[in-house]
């Protein structure tokens, strides 16, 4: 019998880990057919760190016209937002994170309903989990199309009134993203995959940089 526990997983950085935008943004400039400078690496790094997404409802168009617009080095070559979009996930160098394939399997296996909770495009994301092998394990991906980014706080309700009666683990790798998001979740168990721990006032049940370690965690509750 199913049991009742839906995992919420973040994605990036979570499952799977990028290679830095530093060393990737020169693939990025050979995609766009622009000439590379650190300048073009460090506008993309700004742009990210920055909360200009922040209460936009996001969709490809309205994240290109900000990257047109916030990215100076695209305007002065006239290079396309959307292209752009497409060269972040294109040329990515992808990994799976310690842990992630046996964890999967051991939610599979005892009947967890592994959904999916992402910023960034569905198409894409779809992309990188067949390269890696994952799309099958999860039921559902919600992507960042027409909606906010995370921590939106209606947002994350919205998925969690998808699975009526259902008790939820939310899994990922940003303290201020996704475990805020997990503390927008009755009675939620947060899960804080991380490389270096540091003190919070959110709830956080259990920590690790070893997603095979939850498997333990979880057995024990």
């Known amino acids: 019998m199913k049991n009742n526990f839906v995992v919420i997983f973040d994605l990036d950085f979570t499952i799977w880990k990028h290679v830095p935008f530093e060393e990737q943004s020169i693939d990025m400039a050979r995609y766009l057919n622009i000439p590379f400078s650190e300048e073009f690496a460090k506008q993309i790094v700004d742009f990210w760190a920055g ?74 994301q779809y992309f990188l989990m067949d390269k890696l092998g994952v799309r099958t394990y999860f039921e559902q991906v919600f992507a960042w199309d027409g909606t906010y980014e995370k921590p939106n706080r209606t947002r994350v309700e919205e998925v969690v009134s998808k699975f009526p009666n259902s008790k939820f683990i939310y899994i990922g790798d940003s303290l201020s993203k996704d475990m805020q998001s997990a503390n927008y979740i009755k009675d939620c168990i947060s899960i804080w995959y991380n490389e270096k721990y540091e003190e919070s006032n959110l709830k956080i049940d259990h920590y690790t940089d070893n997603l095979a370690s939850i498997i333990q965690f979880l057995e024990n509750r």
């Open 51 to 124: 909360d200009i997404l922040r209460e936009t409802k996001i969709s490809k168009e309205s994240v290109a016209i900000m990257l047109e617009q916030h990215i100076p080095y695209l305007s002065k070559y006239h290079a396309s937002g959307r292209k752009f979009i497409d060269s972040m996930t294109y040329t990515d160098i992808v990994e799976l994170n310690v842990g992630a394939l046996e964890l999967l399997n051991y939610l599979k296996e005892k009947e967890y309903t592994i959904i999916a909770y992402t910023d960034w495009f569905l198409d894409l």
